[in-house]
């Protein structure tokens, strides 16, 4: 009987009709992807820098590592 009623619910999400793009700005999909791309990323010649990317993900990696030592040092130390 849950099992049922999930599938209907998950049924009634997945079958919503989509709206039309009457709302969504026209342009190509080359300037969205530009405008998605923070500056800091560019590298100056229209693409992007992936050595930023890769150091940015490696010291948000970093800092998460940290934040959960910090965390475990707290709940060990109670």
């Known amino acids: 009987m849950l099992n049922s009623r999930k599938e209907q619910n998950l049924q009634r999400h997945v079958s919503l009709p989509c709206g039309d793009k009457d709302g969504m700005p026209k342009g190509?999909?080359?300037d969205s992807l530009k405008e998605s791309i923070?500056?800091?990323?560019?590298?100056?010649r229209g693409g992007i820098n992936l050595e930023r990317v890769r150091l940015d993900q490696h010291e948000a990696r970093r800092q998460v590592i940290q934040s959960m030592i910090r965390h475990l040092q707290q709940v060990w130390s109670r």
Do not use: I, K, T, V
């Open 38 to 44: 923070p500056s800091r990323y560019c590298d100056g």
């Open 28 to 30: 190509s999909a080359d």
